[in-house]
């Protein structure tokens, strides 16, 4: 407003004195016509530009045709035409900024914009999750004073680069990222995060798996292959010591051939994608198989029981079924000590079913407990060979559980003995109202 009075009263104030001079020195009729030129000068002028504001609209104007009214009510028209068309682009690109920012907001990557000096702009909340920040309370922060890793600030200060920063430990958690940074505009950088934690545990599960595959091959090799060597270039062993060391060699194929094939299991489990039969499979009828099973392990070293509880059958794979519930078996029988209890149950829990084997074994430790459906775990890696167990049964378990909508629950005490419980959802369990609702079957001979 200031510069519009400076504008208008300028030149009529220069105008005046001029006049008024002109008039003092050579009379008044010289004034009025000084002061008439002049203001005919200003007018002039103030009306070219005028003209010229008047064409330039007319180039840029939002619609065409004739526009009535003289050249100020032309001039007023296309101006507020020129203003609304503002609005108008000013609402498209805050609209267009929104979606960016809804769009940004869902993606599982964290995206972070800085400015030159790593200050942040803005972030969308999965990368507020994975550095650690708040949008409304770190905006204008630098990222190197949040993310106190030397590493990250070198990396921000580098120039752009096509291979991204990996981040460990980020804020004292087991979390992971990979962090890249691209060029987003002139004064603007987008920082870029991905959560890489599962696939560096399952990097390092691979790693594990193949190292203990090789362990698990090269012990039985080395002994078979020792006594090969020794047979082909040792004296000829007399025939007790050839039985024995035939038996030793025998007993190391089996125990490789029990490897190889359980891996075929559990990559054949992991990879299936087909459904899961709902075929409907008697409790009974698997109870059955699996006392068998337990009684030609025990040898009659254990005392064996089972009952069910309720006569239901199983939607499910009845090879699948069998094999996890006889690696239960097999388990209990492995550990439990000559003269030890099992019993094998089936009962029903809230609409569930659930195949429990309890057994007065050595028991388990609870820090082992969580780790125990890992391939390869053991709690005794000795104890194991011993029993010929390779690790990989309730790996196998778990597997088939998943199968079935299903889960493996454990609890043990050492020195007390352990329960492993397969609990089935209702939705997978028939009742069947024709067999008898309880059995039992003990082998008491020690």
Request: glycine fraction near 8%; hydrophobic fraction near 40%; include cysteine.
């Amino acid at each position: 407003m200031k510069q519009f009075i400076k504008y208008a009263l300028g030149p009529l104030l220069l105008v005046l004195s001029l006049s008024t001079l002109l008039g003092l020195a050579f009379g008044w009729m010289w004034g009025i016509m000084s002061f008439a030129l002049f203001m005919t000068m200003v007018a002039a002028r103030d009306s070219w530009q005028l003209l010229t504001l008047n064409r330039w609209l007319q180039r840029h104007q939002m619609s065409s045709g004739y526009q009535p009214g003289g050249t100020w009510s032309q001039v007023f028209g296309q101006l507020h035409r020129l203003e609304k068309h503002a609005e108008q682009t000013q609402q498209k690109l805050r609209e267009a900024l929104e979606r960016f920012q809804h769009a940004g907001a869902a993606l599982p990557s964290g995206v972070v914009v800085i400015d030159p000096d790593d200050r942040i702009r803005w972030c969308n909340p999965s990368a507020e999750s994975h550095l650690g920040i708040q949008l409304k309370q770190d905006r204008g922060q630098s990222l190197t004073y949040l993310i106190r890793q030397p590493e990250f600030g070198a990396y921000l200060k580098a120039p752009p680069s096509d291979r991204p920063l990996i981040l460990r430990r980020v804020r004292g958690s087991d979390l992971s990222l990979s962090i890249q940074v691209v060029p987003y505009s002139a004064e603007e950088r987008m920082l870029v995060s991905h959560d890489i934690t599962q696939v560096e545990r399952d990097e390092q599960v691979r790693q594990d798996f193949v190292a203990n595959v090789s362990h698990e091959l090269r012990t039985p090799l080395t002994v078979i292959g020792g006594f090969i060597e020794t047979m082909l270039e040792g004296e000829p062993l007399d025939q007790a010591t050839q039985r024995r060391v035939l038996s030793t060699m025998q007993s190391q194929t089996q125990r490789m051939q029990r490897l190889v094939e359980e891996l075929l299991t559990l990559s054949r489990l992991e990879s299936q994608q087909a459904p899961t039969p709902d075929a409907p499979i008697p409790v009974s009828a698997l109870m059955q198989q699996l006392v068998q099973m337990g009684r030609q392990l025990s040898q009659g070293q254990h005392e064996l029981e089972s009952f069910i509880a309720s006569p239901d059958s199983i939607l499910g794979s009845e090879s699948e079924l069998l094999s996890a519930f006889g690696n239960l078996v097999t388990n209990a029988v492995r550990y439990t000590p000559a003269g030890g209890r099992i019993v094998l149950t089936w009962k029903r829990e809230r609409g569930e079913g659930v195949f429990s084997v309890q057994d007065s074994g050595i028991g388990i430790p609870q820090e082992h407990i969580p780790r125990l459906t890992e391939r390869f775990y053991r709690v005794d890696r000795a104890r194991s060979r011993e029993t010929g167990g390779t690790g990989l049964g309730l790996a196998i378990v778990k597997q088939i559980a998943m199968h079935h909508d299903s889960k493996l629950e454990i609890s043990s005490e050492p020195g007390k003995g352990s329960t492993f419980s397969f609990r089935i959802a209702a939705a997978r369990i028939v009742q069947n109202i024709s067999a008898p609702s309880v059995e039992s079957d003990q082998n008491n001979t020690r």
